[in-house]
């Protein structure tokens, strides 16, 4: 079936129904996108100091990303090597070693199996360390792959995205907040709908105070001339000061052409023009890095398959995207300041988070609303904007061509 449908899906148009209903697609989805592909798994800044971890559940696979003596980030399948049971059950959370629950098998940070007991003298604890995850730090944001040999290219979309967020430091941030929603839809309506600002008008108030809708897609017009005019005068105004700061703006669209797909763009802020909050002023008072100009607009990040980040002068809030099954989608946002802000000094947490909080609780109604949609008889492939709905087609020709490639590899 999956192959039949990939065969016949027609460029410009949704998916059809069983890539958002079937559960045999969605086991399909994580064998071929989430275990073979760099997916998104968190922040630096959630394991700030050597021992500090995070799990991160990729369907059926539970992985450990922990901080090291040495200040390293390493990652390893949150699996005993004893008789397979799950070292760390909590979401995050600081140990001195990996001691598993079970029989006490002790790893070191480096994976290491330092200490079995009862194994007889023959045992070899060098030959049962923790099994490794490919990891990669990207200024900040950690990126895993569960496959033997994960897709090379990364390492050359790293380097292009790099100048972009460097300036930002992420790395020397802490989390002031992080919180997890569920969304009752398929996690490719999650995307689709992140992947396009043609709603956002009429269905995001708050967003649409700091953020130019022309930014992400729109058809030039009598009808938006004014706004359009405005917009572009914003761009080259803004794009003329970022770039004399070494602040690099342009786009580079590459979300459909590799197999690590991204999307890097800086673009100007509405209003105060300064953060993404209900006023559009910073949320943190201490700014990012080395920055002193509060306007810098918002740099948008996004990769394949599964994350979004918007990075200001004051705050980066990024987004994971975790499958459940073919139904349920966990939508993770984290915020993110300055490691020597004070909460209630600098900033505090309702206002940094208000925005998208009111974003991800509008988006999960229009997700659910599409999920039930798609399960209706009536529903077919409907045409994508070629101007409002351009990155979703990206998205959506990612996915194919990704799910093609591992469909014939699987052959």
């Not at 944001?141 to 967020?165: K, N, Q």
């Not at 890095?289 to 740099?299: H, V």
């Given at each position: 079936?999956?192959?039949?449908?990939?065969?016949?899906?027609?460029?410009?148009?949704?998916?059809?129904?069983?890539?958002?209903?079937?559960?045999?697609?969605?086991?399909?989805?994580?064998?071929?996108?989430?275990?073979?592909?760099?997916?998104?798994?968190?922040?630096?800044?959630?394991?700030p100091?050597?021992?500090?971890?995070?799990?991160?559940?990729?369907?059926?696979?539970?992985?450990?990303?922990?901080?090291?003596?040495?200040?390293?980030?390493?990652?390893?399948?949150?699996?005993?090597?004893?008789?397979?049971?799950?070292?760390?059950?909590?979401?995050?959370?600081?140990?001195?070693?990996?001691?598993?629950?079970?029989?006490?098998?002790?790893y070191?940070?480096?994976?290491k199996?330092?200490?079995?007991?009862?194994?007889?003298?023959?045992?070899?604890?060098?030959?049962h360390?923790?099994?490794?995850?490919?990891?990669?730090?990207?200024?900040?944001?950690?990126?895993?792959?569960?496959?033997?040999?994960?897709?090379?290219?990364?390492?050359?979309?790293?380097?292009r995205?790099?100048?972009y967020?460097?300036?930002?430091?992420?790395?020397?941030?802490?989390?002031a907040?992080?919180i997890?929603?569920?969304?009752?839809?398929?996690?490719?309506?999650?995307?689709e709908?992140?992947?396009?600002?043609?709603?956002?008008?009429?269905?995001?108030?708050?967003?649409?105070?700091?953020?130019?809708?022309?930014?992400?897609?729109?058809?030039?017009?009598?009808?938006?001339?004014?706004?359009?005019?405005?917009?572009?005068h914003?761009?080259?105004?803004?794009?003329?000061?970022?770039?004399?700061?070494?602040?690099?703006?342009?786009?580079?669209e590459?979300?459909?052409?590799?197999?690590?797909?991204?999307?890097?763009?800086?673009?100007?802020?509405?209003?105060a023009?300064?953060?993404?909050?209900?006023?559009?002023?910073?949320?943190?008072k201490?700014?990012?890095?080395?920055?002193?100009d509060?306007a810098?607009?918002?740099?948008?990040?996004?990769?394949q398959?599964?994350?979004?980040h918007?990075?200001?002068?004051?705050?980066?809030?990024?987004?994971?995207?975790?499958?459940?099954?073919?139904?349920?989608?966990?939508?993770?946002?984290?915020?993110?300041?300055?490691?020597?802000?004070?909460?209630?000094?600098?900033?505090?947490?309702?206002?940094?988070?208000?925005?998208?909080?009111?974003t991800?609780?509008?988006?999960?109604?229009?997700v659910?609303?599409?999920?039930?949609?798609?399960?209706?008889?009536?529903?077919?492939?409907?045409?994508?904007?070629?101007?409002?709905?351009?990155?979703?087609?990206a998205?959506?020709?990612?996915?194919?061509?990704?799910?093609?490639?591992?469909?014939?590899?699987?052959?």
């Amino acid at each position: 079936m999956l192959s039949a449908l990939l065969a016949r899906r027609r460029p410009g148009y949704s998916l059809e129904a069983p890539f958002y209903l079937s559960e045999d697609i969605f086991e399909a989805d994580m064998e071929h996108i989430f275990r073979r592909h760099w997916i998104f798994a968190g922040v630096a800044p959630q394991v700030p100091e050597p021992g500090d971890y995070i799990t991160v559940e990729v369907g059926a696979d539970s992985v450990l990303i922990v901080r090291d003596d040495d200040m390293n980030l390493r990652a390893f399948h949150n699996v005993c090597r004893h008789r397979g049971s799950r070292l760390c059950q909590d979401h995050q959370g600081s140990l001195g070693n990996i001691v598993c629950p079970y029989h006490q098998w002790t790893y070191d940070l480096e994976g290491k199996l330092i200490h079995a007991d009862h194994m007889g003298e023959a045992f070899l604890r060098e030959q049962h360390g923790l099994k490794k995850v490919h990891l990669r730090n990207l200024e900040g944001l950690i990126f895993i792959c569960l496959a033997d040999e994960p897709p090379a290219d990364f390492e050359e979309a790293a380097a292009r995205m790099r100048p972009y967020l460097a300036p930002h430091r992420l790395d020397d941030c802490k989390v002031a907040a992080q919180i997890d929603i569920i969304e009752e839809g398929n996690w490719k309506l999650t995307l689709e709908n992140n992947r396009e600002c043609y709603h956002c008008m009429s269905n995001h108030p708050e967003l649409t105070i700091s953020i130019y809708e022309q930014g992400f897609g729109y058809q030039p017009g009598p009808q938006n001339a004014e706004g359009l005019a405005q917009f572009e005068h914003a761009v080259n105004e803004s794009r003329a000061r970022w770039e004399a700061m070494g602040l690099p703006s342009a786009r580079i669209e590459e979300l459909d052409t590799r197999v690590s797909g991204f999307r890097v763009q800086r673009l100007p802020l509405d209003r105060a023009g300064q953060s993404q909050t209900l006023n559009a002023e910073v949320a943190c008072k201490k700014l990012l890095g080395n920055f002193e100009d509060k306007a810098l607009g918002g740099l948008s990040v996004w990769t394949q398959p599964n994350s979004w980040h918007h990075f200001m002068s004051d705050h980066v809030v990024s987004f994971s995207t975790i499958p459940l099954s073919a139904g349920r989608t966990l939508v993770r946002t984290t915020w993110c300041v300055h490691r020597d802000a004070v909460e209630g000094v600098d900033y505090t947490v309702d206002n940094l988070t208000a925005v998208w909080n009111a974003t991800n609780a509008q988006d999960r109604r229009l997700v659910e609303a599409a999920q039930s949609g798609v399960a209706s008889s009536a529903y077919e492939p409907g045409p994508y904007s070629p101007y409002a709905e351009a990155l979703v087609e990206a998205f959506c020709s990612w996915y194919v061509d990704r799910m093609r490639a591992g469909t014939t590899a699987a052959r």
